[in-house]
């Protein structure tokens, strides 16, 4: 039997910070957190490794900082927790007897249970897990036409990468867009229009209905009754939080299957929290529940749980989801954060939006210059900006944490119009050029 | 005589954008911006017209904005102007009756008095006038050995570009760092290994006392008693507000030479503004006067105005300037909103400062991957955040604008800690080793 006060279930972005920030902040309390891989995947850094980086071994997670602030690392599985002796098994028989208990056991890949053929060789899907992908990697190996079904974040920069390896890659996606659910059309339009010229084959409106083949797979039937010749197959259809442990244990599921948490990030039960992908979102916007699972949003959720696990702090709460992300492909990024047009309008807001496309560097000839779009969602009864999205060269990266700033601290169309930004010839827009604020001025006119 | 409901005096940034602001809110106006300048530079661009972009021709700030809005555009300069009769006299001898006056008439590049030889042939400065730009660069044509004295921001800028056009470059600064104002010791130091790698001999600690030679510089006295040989002279002594003609027309004219302004950029004198580099800036932090002249805030400054010019608004007011800007050299960029670590002690705050150094993509393996660092100057009374720095590849140019917003909007440690970010493989640093929270996580234990 291991005695800690602390213990951590899951060993990504979220049972991470939530361990360092716990340790951090109550120096004496033993922290122990227990992860299932020995080695665990930077999560973002997973399509990477297919192109750019070559191989999982350059993704793995730093240990140090757990090491260096005195966490202990096990490798082991959680089976079971009994939440009256606070008290957890492992598989290797280890008891674990804990004062706090933290929740970051992740998600998995879905697959739909009506798809057949899902368990025919060389289907696979994209979770964490280094040896699931090394083999991933290794029978892709002399195979030529890939088909990656699900065009989200991951379908497309799996897709990117693979395509840039040689791969004959057809990306297949029900929706009529590419990153339809996080974009509005002019972005997805554009997105796509730069996978399509990197030569990946993208097909729109297309789902697929069942995989073709003896053992393995040989061809996709389409929704549209077509046959496609496919080497391998790769399902990237969205994740599922893995809450399984944490129904058996009696805490409260959502009707999306996440683990229920308040703003502390605290469960239905007393000193058991949950981050991360297996816990409950809402959207900071909406107050609705959301399924958006995000590295970057677990490791906020990770640190308000660990802020708040000795002692609550009204002010370090958990305030909702706003659904900041980006991707790039080739030399071009997107980026989004709040609620997009679509979405806006879906919800009922009434609202005006506005668009602005410069350059990024000023003035445009200079050699690395590209073009940058921002375009605002706000709303029409008070000018708060409900959500951003922008496009361009790889500023866009941190162009959208400008815009996730704006949406965090609820400033409206007025705020920009006075705000002070700063810019250089090599780095950013024009100071009379700036999208962002361009576009703030042409949806002032419009309020 | 013309009639003209708005007289703008002056066509670069402030000018610009208070034209084009007016205009929008008062369609019905007639606005008419006088400017001395057949063709205006992009004021942030002029340091790289000497390498990077080649010519002043390709560095314009474009018309068609104006043009596209109905403003009025004379090539010409108001000499004088009767506040009584609300008229003002141009030099080719039109006269120009106003209901509502901006000035934005900027600022000319600063020569000491003491400085003994400065009107020698081959002596320049940076100001941002394409003739003299264009007569400067072709004189520097042939020449080999140039001394550029001041390593601010356009001395640093401008060093580098004709450095990497095989000049032999020194730079002098009598201050023990360059970018010694705008930063703190371990980023100007980084600052000037960059230039220095580059090729650029810098000497700080080193004034230069006199400029020697029959009618043409030969050689520079330096204040450590040497002397420098010399084929040409630049002086980079900083910038002085324009505020002569505001000065005549009985103006209020702060103790640092420039126009007097309020929150809403109103001069002393009803109906007259005044916006950019003549008109009085105060810190956002300090409230006290300052002398820091950019671009960007010339253009808020310019929104300001021209949201209030004919109706007062108390949300869309000036806060005073957060000193927000950024600068490259080579690949690496550097940053700065807010106050640094050496005035927030100076100006007697109680802080606490904290940085980091992760990388700019993630995993770091990643070919275009820099080292990143960010340090946040928090005042330890409440957590505010008083300034940041940041330094690293080109992200840093919008990572700058992050500590912008944050600085802006008052946000605090503990407002850091919760905070969402975005991250993205390629184009920022990982969600767990993000060195802005990272930053936030190392000052909130020394909270």
Known sequence: MVNTDVLIIGGSAAGLVSAMTVKSVNKDKKVTLVRKEEKVMIPCGIPYIFGTIGTSDKNILPDQGLVNLGVDIVVD??????????????????KYKYEKLILGTGSEPSIPAWLKGADKENVFTIPKRKEYL??????????KQILIVGAGFIGVEVADELNKKGFDITLVEILPH????????EFAENAKTALTERGVKVLND?????????????????????????????????YQ???????????????????????YKRTSKKDIFAVGDCSEKKDFLTGKLSKIMLASTACAEARVAGLNLYSLSTVSTFRGTIGIYSTSIGDMAYGVAGLTESIAIKEGFDIVTASFTGVDTHPGCIEHSQKQTVKLIVSKKNGVILGGEAMGGRSVGELTNVLGFIIQNNMTIN??????????????????????????????RML
């Open 77 to 94: 599985e959680i089976t079971s927790i009994d939440t009256e002796t606070k008290t957890a098994l492992a598989k290797s028989g280890e």
């Open 178 to 185: 590419i990153l339809g659910v996080a974009f509005d059309q």
């Open 415 to 444: 705020n920009l119009l006075v705000a002070q930004i700063g810019t250089q010839p090599m780095l950013t827009a024009s100071p009379a050029g700036y999208p962002l604020i361009k576009a703030a001025e042409i949806a002032s």
């Open 206 to 238: 297309t789902g697929i209905k069942e995989i073709l083949g003896k053992d393995k797979v040989e061809s996709v039937l389409l929704t549209d009754g077509t046959t496609l010749d496919a080497d391998a197959v790769i399902l990237s259809l969205g």
């Open 134 to 143: 090394d083999t991933l990697q290794e029978k892709l190996n002399g195979k």
């Open 241 to 263: 939080p893995n809450s399984a442990l944490a129904k058996d244990m009696g805490l409260k599921i959502n009707e999306c299957g996440f683990i229920e948490t308040d703003q």
